[in-house]
């Protein structure tokens, strides 16, 4: 492939070539015209907090040691890194924001949200201490909707109530004990902004037991409640059949893409494209297809087996197809060079929100009381817009992969319990115990154009997977290794080591499937990491030992976003050992990074994180901590 270098996914390559016949930019292009990048920056030692600086400290211990305040390497470093985790935060807290409200407007009955799933409604509000037996779901969810709304008014000083009702008990006291349980999430965002300002906070240490705190606030305010509530109003996921990569564009069809992370619009606009179908056929199409990009993607995936069209990096690289009448775009990780690449095309790039604008792109700003019409008319707007495509210029790569979605642990659990009706994970864990499952490792995260798009993914997990670790993953990743053929049951036979395999067949056929299990089980985008959290949970409960002490890792093979950071930390304070592929800017400061990387985190928490670069060696560094947590169950 010629673009071996950029990418192993052979549809994103062949777009790579034809975007460098036409000489449109891609992300690839503006990494080359970025080098040498910044070291200081790299090493997180670069301070802009007050208009004195910018003020950097000399790397190798020359002068200057100091910012003009007196801060120092250490400093710099662990204010910075707040900083990226709140930003990470905070969008993932905006969002589920945003499904509270649509939780509200649900509970008033009627369109345009409704409660979908009455099961999931009574089991959130049931750890909530809410009252089910007896009660209508609207009222029910009514109050589901105040709790919520609870914690981001709450005054006091007591813990996030969304927090102490989900996480492990053994975890909320010991975050009690280090001073970092949140008590409202915009104010643990608020205070950290004012933490890192400048004259502010000075110790390092006090700075990085905040930034676990907004960890927490990511992990529970925005992770776990976006989940919930997402699933309450349209459905928790059961196990669907798909299909990933650029060759789901289809030539003769309106292809209508939805990239983001808030599903509020995207599960309407998937509805109203089967709705106006008929209307893309009287202009000469045979149908609508909608795909997905990012998590907007993988959310549609997950319940309405909507296809993925690629992940991050290649996202203008399913524009040069020349074959999409709409790019629909909500929020996060979406490139603002989009724009420019469906210029070079009849690409209508249609932003929807009032915080993601994007100059020259038309913009269809919905409200949740209007969002079904506002729908309709971007499905509209996709089927004008096809009129005005020219075919000639049409180049759709053939590649795409069958996939299997939708394992939620509602779902996870179900299909085990075919097993074992009365005790569901028995099976499970006595594989873990007899060593048929070494461990389980989630691979998560993003693209990173420093990374050779999806390498880095699909490396590690065939290492894991030949010592028999069961995969689970979310984001990006999870479309990686879509992409390269991991998400369907033909996997199993292919990857796994063979005690693996033999559990995956017999749990695949007493669910019914024609074959094993995949061995890579896709739970979602990446708020669904709170679905990973809630399996280690029940895991650790199931053997009464602390999620700490199991043989499982986490991994961001290829991450780019603060929200990854922010996710990574609530992981390291839930216990996981965490790796991550790509460095973060800590390095400036000696004091920081072995504080999360080294003993100092896994005496606090029970989890640190662990960079390494190479994925062969990450695979063994993994497998190494996966084997001494089973060592001291004695399994
Ligand atoms: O929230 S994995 S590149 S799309 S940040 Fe973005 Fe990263 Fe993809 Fe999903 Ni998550
Ligand atoms: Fe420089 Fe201090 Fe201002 Fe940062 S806060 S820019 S180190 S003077």
Redesign the pocket.
Known sequence: MKFDGYTIDPAASSMLERCAGQGIDTVWDRYQSQQPQCGFGLLGVC????V????RINPFGDEPQK???G?GADL?VARNLLRAVAGGAATHVDHAYEAIEALELAARGGAPYQIRDEAKLQAVARKLGIAVEGRASQEIAREVAEAAYADFSNHGREPMKWLTATAPAERVETWGKLGVLPRNPDREIREGLHQTT?GVDADPVNLILSTVKLGLVDGYAGLHLATDIQDIIFGTPTPVASEVNLGVLKKDHVNVIVHGHVPLLSEKVVEWAKRLAPEAEKVGARGIQVAGICCTGNEVLMRQGVPIATNFLSQELALATGAVDAMVVDVQCIMPALQAVAGCFHTKILTTMPIAKIPAAEHVGFTLEDVDKRAEEIVRIAIDNFTRRDRSRVQIPTEKSAMMAGFSVEAIVKALSCLDPDNPLKPLVDNIAGGNILGAVATVGCNNVKVVQDSFHVTLVKELLKENVLIVTTGCSAQALAKAGLLQPEATEKYAGEPLKAVLTAVGKAAGLDGPLPPVLHMGSCVDNSRIGDLLKALADYLKVAVKDLPVAASAPEYQHEKALAIGTWAVALGVFTHLGVVPPVLGSPQVASILTGQTAEDLFGGRFYVETDPFKAAQGILDHIRSKRKKLGI
């Not at 301070?47 to 007050?50: F, I, L, P, S």
Request: proline share 7%; glycine share 14%.
């Open positions: 301070c802009r907090n007050c004195q600086g910018p003020c910012g003009i305040c801060a710099i400048m």
